[in-house]
Each structure stands twice: as C-alpha cells, then as structure tokens.
C-alpha cells in the first residue's frame, strides 16, 4: 500500500495552462523529491527538498516551481504548461536514503497538447 | 563522484531462464546500492538494498544480488524468470553530501517471452 499518493495520475491539458501536480505522503519523511522520466528513459532530478521552507534545484533544469511549506505535502506546479513538459513525474520521499531508499508514488503521466 | 552504470538498456529471457542484469559502481565512500522495479504506468518499487551487511542480498520476488568490492558490481540475479518480471529494473547508488540522495541508472528493461 503506498504511503505517498501523486494526484492526478494522467493529465492532459492545454498549452499555456498552469498546473499543479500535488505530492503528499504520510510517513513524516523529511525528505522529498521530485523526477522527471520520459517514456523508457533514465530518471532525472528536477527539486528535492530537505525539510520545511526547504527545495532545491536538482541537476536537470526545469521550468517548473515547488514548495514545501507542510512536511506531508510537495507540490510542483508549471505556470506555463508547453508540449516540451510532457513526461511523466515522479514523486519519492525518504528519512534516511543510505539506509532505506526511496518510497515512490505512482507517478503523474503528463500530456501538454 | 559516485556514478552507476547498467549494461545492457534491453535484456530479453526466455520464462523459466535465468535473469541477469548487471550494474557497476563508482563511489568514493563505502557504496550503500539499490534495486528498484518498475512496472508500466507506475512508480518505483524497492526489491532490494545492500548497506554494508551481508553481501549476498536477498530481496522480494525471488530476486538477489551479490555485492562484488573487487568488480565493483552489484548484479541483479533471478533463477528463473517469470512472465509477470517483464518491468524496467533500475540500480541506485547512495549519493554523497549527507547520504540525502540517490543517483540512479539508466534502467535496464526486462523482457520475458514463452
């Protein structure tokens, strides 16, 4: 049973629409991330965050915006959505990654049209 | 830097065959390594970890893998495959900086056929 839940699962919108894809998860993991996958494609980095009032930018450049202004609660959000943002996203948290990994969620697939 | 590489993007067996997936390491500090699964239109599931114990791992669904210091090697191991391993496997290492992230492989994609 997964303890981090990404809403909505498959999105199809418009372009120049904003979007937000919502990440929360019950385990009071410190820990958040967020990953972009193309289909059959490596996992890549966009926002992590270590705590409250806390999110970096991770190693591929990303257009979009997250906060964490709640522990349980990491959302993503495109103020501008473009067919170039179609991907899935991948939502994970942690407590201690050395010792236990990730948990992940089920994913958001994306579609800009 | 730490770094993974998996050889092979696409692996096909036969049901019944031995799965191999292989993965290789680089890491400045004593490596903690991961397994991850992937099925269709879902997120990443754990199979297993390595953290320093023992290093032949046993994880769920029958997968193991063995720790290799000298080959600096990880390999995914299953003595028989199963129509329903077909997934995308993934290999993790412990990034630095605090053990805070994990740097993961390209994906290893695993086909099963009759």
């Known amino acids: 049973e997964a303890d981090i839940y990404q809403t909505p699962r498959y999105l199809v919108i418009g372009t120049g629409k904003k979007i937000t894809l919502e990440c929360s998860q019950t385990m009071g993991h410190d820990k958040m991330y967020w990953y972009q996958q193309d289909p059959g494609m490596e996992l890549h980095l966009i926002h992590y965050s270590y705590g409250v009032n806390s999110t970096e930018k991770g190693d591929l450049s990303s257009e979009s915006t997250v906060s964490r202004i709640r522990t349980e609660h990491f959302p993503l959000t495109l103020e501008s959505a473009r067919p170039s943002h179609t991907s899935q996203y991948l939502c994970?948290?942690?407590?201690?990654?050395?010792?236990?990994?990730?948990?992940f969620g089920s994913g958001t697939r994306l579609t800009v049209v | 830097a730490q770094s993974v590489t998996q050889l092979g993007s696409h692996v096909s067996v036969s049901e019944g065959a031995l799965v191999l997936l292989r993965c290789n390491y680089s890491s400045s500090v004593p490596p903690y390594l991961f397994w991850y699964v992937q099925y269709p239109n879902q997120g990443l599931q754990l199979l297993l970890k390595y953290t320093s114990a023992a290093t032949l791992v046993k994880g769920i669904n029958g997968f193991e893998a063995e720790f290799k210091k000298s080959e600096t090697s990880f390999h995914l191991t299953k003595p028989s495959a199963h129509m329903s391993d077909a997934a995308e496997y993934f290999c993790?290492?412990?990034?630095?900086?605090?053990?805070?992230?994990?740097?993961f492989g390209a994906g290893t994609r695993l086909a099963v056929h009759p």
């Open positions: 994970a948290s942690s407590e201690d990654s050395r010792n236990y990994g990730y948990t």
């Open positions: 993790a290492v412990s990034g630095p900086g605090g053990y805070n992230k994990l740097i």
